[in-house]
């Protein structure tokens, strides 16, 4: 049971850090970094050329990655190569999808 909850878990922390990102997002991370509206006349907290889109897809890049790698060390456990090189290729491919539409989604415009 353990192996199975352990394969899944890679497949559904992106659809369950979705809403916790966004009410995050909206409460205090578009104060600091802006909304990405018009780069002329975006401020934010840092006076810097990062909004609070780029803050999201850097981290929904990096936490596709992470489960990319950690799906990488799960496959360890199966038998069949195939069964590895299909299952790390179906996360990746799940979390890239998720990703981008998370992405465009939920863009600050």
Known sequence: ???????VMPFVIIPIFIPIYSFFDGLILVDLFGCGCVPSA???VFQIPYNAN???LTVFS???I????????I???FERKTAKIGYCLAVLVWNV???LWTVKTFMWA
Do not use: E, H, P
């Open 66 to 73: 992470g489960l990319f790698l950690w799906s990488i060390v």
């Open 54 to 56: 780029d803050l999201r």
């Open 75 to 77: 496959a360890k456990t």
């Open 62 to 64: 990096v936490l596709t």
């Open 97 to 99: 999808i998720v990703t």
């Open 42 to 44: 975006q401020t934010n």
């Open 1 to 7: 049971m353990k192996k199975y909850i352990a394969s």
